[in-house]
């Protein structure tokens, strides 16, 4: 879907829709105003890389996207020398992703950012029973309420919700998890049933990660750990209400 298209893409059955390209790489799914876009992959692969950055984006740009992960199907994003971004509702769109049990997203390279509602965008992901893995020889991040690349200035209003599921977060330099950053922005996070978020992931280079909850001027900042057996580890730094 692109100015004001509507379009549907499934990969399937051991599939694969790879974007690749040496200076850059990008697909969108619901761009532009008035457009609406949906990809759903299942049991197959849908693999975005380049040497410089590498973005796949639902609901950009004034656009609604959706996004199913299902039976085992994974999202890979790759940047070898710049940033791997998946935006979820960005730069004004609307967005939905949702991860179901046995997928994976697979962020990896140099750096790589997930955003989830930001640039004043809404945006809204649901992990249940996925796994989300970050692999990256500089930073690596999620923003909600926020854009990945840049959290603190490009608020939005986003939701994340993680059940069953892991996150873990492999970065040299170290990760960050930002709820609810920049003026006017709005961010919950849900991890329950179990899940475990690992923000150092067992990496040698013994960086360890950032949360914030509530910067930079947001408007509402949520974040809610429950359940027997749900974990946050790797943070040694930890900010609730920060300027």
Do not use: C, P
């Not at 499934?10 to 829709?17: N, P």
């Not at 998890?177 to 923000?199: E, K």
């Amino acid at each position: 879907g692109i100015q004001g298209g509507i379009g549907t893409v499934g990969v399937l059955d051991g599939s694969l829709l790879k974007i690749s390209g040496s200076l850059g790489a990008f697909m969108a799914v619901g761009i532009d105003a008035g457009s609406l876009g949906s990809l759903n992959v299942e049991d197959s692969t849908v693999w975005v890389e380049s040497e410089g950055g590498a973005s796949l984006g639902i609901g950009v740009n004034g656009g609604i996207g959706t996004l199913n992960v299902m039976e085992g199907g994974v999202v890979h994003v790759q940047s070898t020398s710049a940033a791997g971004n998946l935006q979820i509702g960005d730069g004004g769109g609307t967005g939905f992703a949702i991860f179901d049990v046995d997928s994976k997203l697979e962020m990896a390279g140099a750096r790589g950012y997930v955003g989830i509602g930001g640039m004043g965008g809404t945006g809204q992901a649901i992990l249940d029973g996925a796994a989300w893995t970050f692999v990256h020889s500089e930073d690596s991040g999620i923003a909600v309420g926020s854009n990945g690349s840049n959290a603190k200035y490009s608020s939005g209003n986003g939701k994340l919700y993680v059940s069953r599921s892991t996150i873990d977060m492999k970065a040299d330099g170290g990760s960050n998890l930002v709820v609810g950053a920049g003026t006017g922005s709005n961010g919950y996070l849900q991890v329950s049933a179990g899940s475990i978020v690992d923000m150092n992931g067992d990496d040698d280079s013994g960086a360890g990660g950032i949360l914030a909850v509530g910067s930079a001027g947001a408007t509402s900042a949520t974040a809610i750990f429950e359940g027997n057996g749900t974990r946050l580890t790797g943070v040694d730094y930890a900010t609730i209400g920060y300027v």
